[in-house]
């Protein structure tokens, strides 16, 4: 560490070991005396700085994993575990938090980037968001995932399905409950794990309104409750479901809930079958019942509640549908 002075100010020369590399830092002084009580200020902060709590990163993985199963969903947990296990394959060794520079994130996720640039994107976000933690719990000072800036992946318009498509999986699908799952889906826009996980207390038939609602054993991805209309297919649906079997979830098999995995592999089957893309998952049915209402020129801030973003940003994916609808007006014009 030196004290210099420029332009008649003193400065600070010191090694920032978080981001490896020197940095300098302006006192706003041009006294001597005060820059060297400011300088010993400095480097005593710095001592403070580094008597945080120790945690290798073995040790955050399994106390951060832990926090993550209590308070988020099963699917954020997965990515979670996944990208912390792929950082710590990388590295090849077990070290500090406080050893993660900005430099080795940085070359993690660019590797990472080279054979998945989707899976770097999102352990990229994954990471910062785990890294912010470890500086509320004080294991370090500094995000070293904050700055870096993955080269942009191409936009690229989700794949959805239209009724005629639609019928083709149907017809492809044995079993009952996965064709009504894959209907309710397409009416409702709702996400599978809210689908598979519908109680029937959140159907009401007399106000024709289902209720994507948080408890106990299920919450919702953005945490929020909303409501969704229930289309007349969906009631008539949903109604001779109820005179069969009024359980406690509208979809189950004897009372157990189907395996998310088993749904989207049924479905996937299907499309398979049916000469689709190859590009259509389950997830493709949110989109189908968004790209709809888009078409029938439903505001992308009404979409927005229905499918229960948190952010119009999110729901921007389907402007180019707007764009698109406005471009056919135009052309029908005589």
């Known amino acids: 560490m030196m004290l210099f002075k420029r332009d008649g100010y003193y400065h600070i020369q010191y090694f920032d070991e978080c981001l490896q590399r020197n940095r300098r830092k302006s006192l706003k002084t041009k006294n001597k005396t005060d820059a060297l009580k400011q300088l010993t200020n400095f480097k005593q902060s710095l001592i403070e700085d580094k008597k945080h709590p120790t945690c290798t990163l073995s040790q955050f993985k399994d106390e951060y994993t832990i926090f993550i199963r209590g308070n988020y969903t099963a699917k954020y947990l997965s990515s979670v575990e996944l990208a912390l296990r792929k950082l710590t394959a990388y590295i090849k060794k077990d070290i500090d938090l406080s050893e993660l520079t900005n430099g080795l994130m940085e070359k993690f996720l660019l590797h990472v ?8 994107h999102l352990y990229c976000r994954t990471l910062k968001a785990a890294m912010n933690k470890a ?6 000072i500094n995000n070293p995932v904050k ?3 993955l080269p942009k992946i191409p936009t690229k318009h989700p794949s ?3 009724i005629n498509e639609l019928s083709k999986i149907i017809e492809n699908v044995s079993e009952k409950n996965i064709r009504d799952m894959i209907i309710v889906g397409f009416y409702t826009g709702m996400r599978l794990s809210e689908i598979s996980h519908l109680k029937w207390n959140a159907v009401n038939f007399d106000s024709g309104i289902i209720t994507v609602q948080n408890d106990a054993g299920f919450t919702t991805k953005s945490k929020h409750e909303r409501i969704i209309p229930i289309h007349n297919k969906i009631k008539v649906l949903l109604s001779e479901r109820y005179q069969c ?3 406690l979830y509208v979809f189950s098999k004897r009372g157990i809930l189907y395996r998310q995995e088993f749904i989207s592999k049924s479905f996937k089957k299907a499309v398979r079958q049916s000469g689709l ?12 019942f968004a790209s709809m209402l888009v078409q029938q020129g439903v505001s992308l ?3 927005k509640e229905l499918l229960g973003h948190a952010s119009i940003s999110t729901t921007q994916i389907y402007s180019h549908l707007v764009k698109d609808n406005l471009i056919n007006a135009i052309a029908a014009l005589k």
């Open 113 to 120: 980037f080279g054979y998945s640039k989707y899976a770097a």
């Open 135 to 140: 500086i509320a719990w004080g294991y370090i």
């Open 147 to 149: 700055g870096i800036k």
């Open 160 to 162: 959805f399905v239209n």
């Open 245 to 247: 079997d009024a359980g």
């Open 277 to 288: 893309s190859n590009e259509l998952h389950f997830h493709s049915l949110r989109h189908s």
């Open 301 to 303: 801030y009404v979409v």
